[in-house]
């Protein structure tokens, strides 16, 4: 035998060579408890290195806010406080499914842990459905990185684009956005169509999973549009109604109102946009990244792949997915509460 | 060499098993998880960067010759010392002593199989081929001359490919964290259970060390050069000024990493020499815990100094004075190493080999690279030395005077364990004389234009300097060929060397264990666990031409258990 195939994938083609060594422990290791704790250890020393890779970013905002306070406040008035809550709450609830998959997963229940993992994988898809509504409406009107920004007081994109059947608009950004999920939701339905037609059960099943993930994304997005529009009704409403708009009780309503807070608004106010998309946008990279992994967790589980003396995968592909939250509950306050 | 019984006990039984001859075929290489091979495949690999990066080097000694234009227009001239100083700080010389050499011979020296994660590693090398592809297309495309730095606002400007650059080192970075990460948790808990924190070999701390420096540093490159690269592509104003951003943030970012980078290329170097001095000195080394304590302080305070790189910057009058003092307060570790060093020397019983012979000439120029530091360091001659090429010679003294002299020394200390033969000693002596002389003659006349006021990075200079100047080119071209005749040697022995027995120069860490070169699973007999700097341990035996453990020459030894029986 050639030792070269030793190398590759010991995993799969070994199971009878190392029946008393374990299924899944690598030809390296010793023990499962060794390679459990050089796992764990790698990935723990991996989340230092990803909170370093966005100290840059919070470095770059604290030097900012520093220098021009008033910045941070007039801009962070543009970000919805209710879509960004709303994603705090799906993200710390998908925090609490991944605790829990690692937990049955450890039990040795595949198939519990295999639901738990999918719902995760599904409120990260919403997390960013709902990410996309608010980058769309932020495009729409032209805030955008310092260099793009041109927002206008008043401005309103839907006199120009126009609502989809009147009753639900849906920005053309949106719209551009959720082209690549889209794809995604039609190529794994059709594949798990086709793996079910050729009788493939597994891998229909996992194909059917990823469908129901991106579908996620759509059920996030629809939600944030609705809501969104809802709030657009309801800001054009008071300002209709009356022109007590800036009161400052309500700080959302005072971007849309008042001619005069044009000459109140810093000139440098389009840093805070490079900040907030390049923090935002780093973060939702993580969490696709963190699909991507969590994709990988459910089709092993679908497998049957672990047990209480192997479950490494599960927990260390939860501690990267708990480092994913936390960053949002440090982005959350830092972006979208000042004031 | 036969196989004699007693040797395959000692060494065990892997002359037709080794590493190199398991498996054949391309893809036996280019999909290997060992990381012997994935070491030998850096080599290459570092090796290619460093001839590269060598030619752009004497191509630009070749037009500072004579002060005016030979060959080379300024343009030109931009583009060469920034490809130089990028290929060779990026794709050279932080993998080049860890991941090479360290590949290779760490978890050797923990009596280990593999490194914990060896899909990792393979990934690391793949990245470290994709970060320098990055870097040869900006080559070959527009070129980069915003020297290897990056400086805003002009790295947002310039034509040149920045962007391919860039990402090159994004992905050369990723590579180094992922070596990092590796031989950090390897050392965590591949080790036996009986090998302690202090008993480790001292090259083993130097690369615990240097993992610490790259796990903890280069995320901060990566994230400023992903932010770099979003300033040119969509002007995003945090570094560009013109859109409020601030410049000077750049700086403090790439130092934050670059400085404690400086770091990643020395400690390893100063892993290696540790080993060498003692093993050629055949002495315990002196002060085994002052040595492992000063890398991990050098790591740790590396972090602390990255704003003596910007004393002209603008930054406040405190934040220098903070910053000098403790870049002075580094060279206490560095020097409790030197002293470390030359006490294992006293009294030891020197063999002046190759490998020693650099490894005595890291002393001296790293002393010289080292000092010269803290003329750097004190802000007051900083301001006039700052921008001199007094700068380029100082860090070449500890770059190439030190990282490369390691490395090559280290090349010759564990080429007879990579391949199995030895090298022309003489020839290898030669190489290491020329490139020491050559080293000297040409940056030692770069202190001087320096202090008299030769800017860095200049093309064209005044008359007054060309004495100089046309020194350090002759003595480019000999440091060329010390180097080139040094890998010759190498290269040659792989070929025609003699076949050695596993331990040939006494030396008591365990890689020294395994045959020469090593089985597949690099150990498939049972590891006698010795201290790794007791060489009275070690005897030479006439028979196998290799020095074995006292313990099997004595009688009343234990029969050691047969060895495991290993598959392949």
Request: no cysteine; glycine share 18%; proline share 5%.
């Given at each position: 035998m050639s030792t070269v195939e030793e190398t590759a994938d010991s995993h799969d083609e070994h199971d009878d060579d190392h029946h008393d060594h374990g299924e899944f422990i690598a030809h390296h290791f010793d023990s499962a408890e060794q390679q459990f704790d050089s796992g764990k250890l790698g990935i723990w020393v991996f989340l230092v290195t990803e909170v370093l890779f966005f100290s840059g970013l919070f470095v770059a905002y604290v030097l900012y806010r520093y220098h021009h306070p008033e910045v941070f406040v007039d801009a962070s008035?543009?970000?919805?406080k209710v879509l960004g809550g709303i994603n705090t709450i799906v993200l710390l609830f998908s925090s609490l499914t991944m605790a829990w998959a690692v937990r049955a997963a450890q039990l040795g229940n595949n198939n519990f842990a295999g639901k738990l993992i999918l719902i995760t994988m599904i409120c990260a898809a919403a997390f960013l459905g709902i990410k996309a509504v608010e980058y769309s409406h932020k495009w729409d009107l032209y805030i955008l990185p310092v260099s793009y920004y041109n927002y206008m007081e008043g401005y309103h994109p839907e006199a120009e684009s126009g609502g989809i059947a009147g009753t639900l608009h849906i920005s053309k950004w949106l719209v551009t956005l959720s082209m690549l999920p889209l794809l995604c939701l039609t190529l794994f339905s059709a594949g798990a169509v086709a793996m079910a037609a050729t009788g493939k059960r597994l891998m229909a099943q996992f194909m059917l999973g990823l469908a129901i993930m991106m579908s996620g994304y759509f059920v996030g997005a629809f939600a944030g549009q609705t809501y969104q529009n809802w709030h657009e009704a309801n800001l054009e409403a008071e300002e209709h109604a009356g022109d007590h708009g800036h009161d400052g009780d309500h700080a959302g309503d005072s971007i849309a109102t008042g001619p005069d807070s044009t000459s109140e608004r810093p000139p440098q106010i389009g840093v805070f946009f490079s900040i907030y998309y390049c923090m935002t946008g780093l973060h939702a990279i993580h969490v696709i990244a963190g699909m991507a992994a969590l994709s990988w967790l459910y089709f092993r589980c679908l497998k049957a792949h672990f047990r209480p003396d192997y479950f490494g995968p599960v927990d260390y592909v939860g501690l990267y997915w708990h480092l994913v939250d936390l960053i949002w509950i440090y982005l959350f306050p830092l972006l979208y509460l000042i004031n | 060499m036969s196989a004699t019984p007693q040797a395959q006990k000692l060494f065990g039984h892997a002359e037709e098993n080794n590493y190199l001859k398991c498996s054949s075929g391309i893809k036996s290489w280019l999909f290997t998880l060992d990381h012997k091979r994935i070491g030998v495949m850096y080599l290459i690999g570092v090796t290619f960067a460093l001839f590269l990066a060598g030619v752009f080097a004497l191509i630009l000694r070749s037009e500072l010759f004579t002060g005016d234009e030979n060959f080379l227009s300024e343009a030109q001239y931009n583009q060469m010392f920034t490809l130089h100083g990028a290929i060779m700080v990026f794709a050279f010389i932080i993998p080049s002593i860890p991941a090479a050499l360290g590949n290779f011979v760490l978890p050797m020296m923990l009596g280990a199989k593999d490194v914990a994660f060896p899909r990792l590693n393979l990934c690391s090398f793949y990245l470290w081929m994709f970060g320098t592809a990055f870097l040869l297309t900006a080559m070959l495309t527009n070129g980069l001359d915003t020297g290897w730095t990056f400086y805003t606002p002009y790295s947002i400007t310039t034509t040149t490919a920045v962007i391919y650059a860039t990402m090159g080192a994004f992905i050369l970075g990723f590579s180094s964290i992922f070596t990092g990460l590796n031989f950090l948790v390897t050392v965590n808990t591949m080790?036996?259970?009986?090998?302690?924190w202090f008993k480790l070999p001292l090259f083993i701390w130097s690369l615990y060390a240097t993992s610490i420096i790259q796990i903890l540093a280069t995320p901060v490159l990566g994230i400023t050069l992903l932010l770099l690269i979003a300033e040119r592509v969509m002007h995003i104003g945090i570094f560009d000024p013109a859109y409020g951003g601030d410049p000077v943030l750049f700086q403090h970012f790439f130092w934050f990493y670059s400085h404690p980078a400086v770091y990643i290329m020395i400690l390893p170097a100063m892993g290696v020499i540790s080993e060498l001095i003692s093993v050629y000195s055949h002495k315990k080394i002196f002060g085994y815990s002052f040595i492992a304590f000063s890398s991990v302080a050098i790591a740790l305070l590396?972090?602390?100094?990255?704003?003596h790189h910007m004393?002209?910057?603008?930054?406040?009058q405190l934040v220098t004075l903070v910053f000098s003092a403790i870049t002075f307060s580094v060279a206490i570790p560095s020097a409790v190493k030197v002293f470390n060093w030359l006490a294992t020397l006293y009294k030891g019983s020197i063999k002046l080999v190759t490998p020693m012979c650099y490894a005595l000439s890291f002393i001296f120029l790293f002393g010289i690279g080292g000092l010269t530091g803290l003329f750097l360091g004190t802000l007051s001659t900083d301001i006039h030395l700052h921008d001199t090429y007094f700068v380029v010679a100082h860090f070449h003294f500890v770059m190439v005077g030190g990282t490369l002299t390691a490395l090559l020394g280290g090349l010759y200390h564990w080429w007879p364990k990579m391949f199995g033969r030895m090298y022309n000693d003489f020839l290898g002596r030669v190489g290491c004389f020329l490139v020491f002389v050559g080293f000297n003659l040409t940056f030692f006349p770069q202190f001087v234009m320096g202090s008299r006021g030769m800017p860095r990075r200049y093309a064209r200079y005044d008359p007054e300097f060309e004495i100089f100047h046309q020194a350090s080119t002759i003595g480019a071209f000999i440091l060329g060929i010390g180097i080139l005749l040094a890998f010759a040697v190498l290269v040659h022995a792989v070929f025609f060397g003699r076949k050695i027995g596993g331990n040939p120069f006494g030396a008591a860490s365990l890689e020294w264990q395994s045959s020469s070169p090593p089985s597949f699973h690099n150990f498939d007999h049972k590891i006698h666990m010795n201290a790794p700097y007791d060489f009275s341990a070690m005897v030479y035996d006439e028979e196998m031409d290799t020095y074995i453990q006292r313990d099997f020459v004595t009688p009343e030894t234990p029969e050691v258990p047969a060895p495991e029986p290993t598959k392949a």
């Open positions: 008035q543009f970000l919805d | 080790r036996p259970k009986t090998m302690g590396g972090f602390l100094v990255w704003g004393f002209t910057s603008g930054q406040s």
